[in-house]
């Protein structure tokens, strides 16, 4: 409160004092490559069809301080990336059909994702990464089921025989390294009260889980007659029980992005009380929202925070990119197509595996978490990420191929 003003005027003062205190330029200039984005992947689509993430985190290192300068990192924007890192995992979840992937697909999934990790282990381990190998691991066997899901859905390769599979092994494969993040790498504690909050969030959600499961003609009903109108309680709720889990972890000191995942998954559950018709317009409401707004932030922001002068000021860190790239295709991609045999072949085989070793937000959070811990440098954390970047562009491109062509193959039998 300012003092000496009379209420109306004192307000005034405080929103000066704030517009003061936040970078509304760079703000808009965030914004502006955002929308950006998506006109220049349209642009270039005659001549490489790149994945919009891509250009995003690209637009993001040029506007950021170490490029441009036209936008600084800040609280506002931190806190606004840090919401669509949320929501990219929500999404995530909120997407994945058990029903479809339950059975063989996770089976596999589980099984291929537990042989990724050893691997990983077994590798870091025989260069002598030392303390980090267990950091560097979680990252080097996570999928960016977020990342890649627009991209499949776009291109109709979920509503095909990769589908069940590819969302297996994405699910898998970004909740587990996200877990043993929690696991073994959270540092908050929580208190007695914090503890019987989450036991009654819990006993919430399992509530509406079997209340869902149960197709509860009055959740239904509710949720179904708000759709049209401005209450859009199933949107409100969704929002909701997102910002209640990120609270959570952040309570219990583990990763936000655990609790939006899992929260993306019990809404997909609750939500099931809709006909298809009805949770197809409530996911397409969510990704509004979602890949609309907040997620572009995070991924612009990722170029803007991105420390382009240690990867380029660092011969070593330039030549690990590559090597990351390479561990990225050994321990998810190849494992992935072992394990994919039997289920799929030719083409799709192939594009599975490359996009199970698509990577980034993981590897983002991993990398972050191991330079806070002092076991890595930031110039291998920066190679990581750039290597991650790099399998965003490439690895999807290279599986929408295969697809097509075991498409095309498939189509050129004689009936």
């Known amino acids: 409160m300012v003092v000496g003003l009379g209420p109306e005027r004192a307000a005034c003062g405080g929103c000066a004092v704030y517009a003061a205190a936040v970078d509304w330029d760079g703000v808009l200039v965030l914004a502006v490559a955002a929308v950006a984005a998506p006109l220049l992947v349209d642009r270039v689509e005659r001549w490489v069809r790149l994945p919009g993430v891509v250009v995003e985190i690209v637009l993001g290192v040029l506007i950021g301080p170490q490029v441009l300068g036209l936008v600084q990192t800040g609280v506002l924007l931190e806190t606004v990336s840090q919401l669509g890192l949320a929501m990219l995992f929500f999404l995530a979840g909120f997407e994945i059909d058990f029903r479809a992937v339950r059975g063989r697909p996770i089976g596999f999934a589980a099984l291929g994702w537990a042989v990724s990790f ?85 006993l919430a959600v399992a509530a509406a889980v079997f209340g869902s499961l149960r197709r509860s003609a009055r959740v239904g009903r509710l949720l179904s007659a708000t759709l049209g109108t401005s209450a859009q309680l199933a949107v409100r709720l969704s929002v909701l029980v997102l910002l209640a889990s990120v609270l959570l972890a952040a309570e219990i000191g583990v990763d936000i992005a655990l609790g939006a995942f899992a929260a993306g998954v019990c809404m997909h559950v609750l939500l099931s009380a809709l006909d298809e018709r009805e949770e197809a317009l409530v996911q397409s409401k969510l990704d509004g929202i979602g890949f609309g707004a907040v997620v572009p932030v995070f991924f612009v922001y ?68 191991a330079v806070e811990r002092g076991l890595v440098g930031e110039a291998v954390a920066a190679a990581m990420v750039g290597a991650a970047m790099v399998s965003v562009l490439l690895f999807p491109l290279a599986g929408l191929r295969w697809a097509r062509r075991s498409t095309a193959a498939v189509a050129a039998e004689p009936i």
């Open 118 to 202: 050893a691997l990983a282990v077994l590798l870091l381990w025989g260069v002598g990464a030392g303390g980090a190998v267990l950091i560097l691991a979680i990252g080097l066997c996570s999928t960016a089921l977020g990342t890649i899901l627009p991209i499949a859905r776009d291109s109709g390769l979920l509503a095909g025989p990769v589908g069940p599979h590819l969302m297996a092994v994405g699910a898998v494969g970004e909740f587990a390294p996200i877990a043993l993040l929690a696991l073994c790498f959270s540092e908050g504690s929580h208190s007695g009260r914090t503890t019987l909050v989450i036991a009654l969030v819990g």
């Open 302 to 369: 990722t170029g803007v925070t991105f420390d382009l002068d240690a990867l380029v000021g660092s011969p070593v860190a330039l030549a690990l990119i590559p090597v990351f790239l390479a561990a990225f295709a050994l321990v998810r991609g190849a494992v992935t197509w072992v394990f994919a045999r039997g289920s799929l072949v030719g083409g799709d085989r192939r594009a599975l595996a490359a996009f199970a070793a698509t990577q980034l937000p993981i590897v983002v959070v991993a990398s972050a978490t």
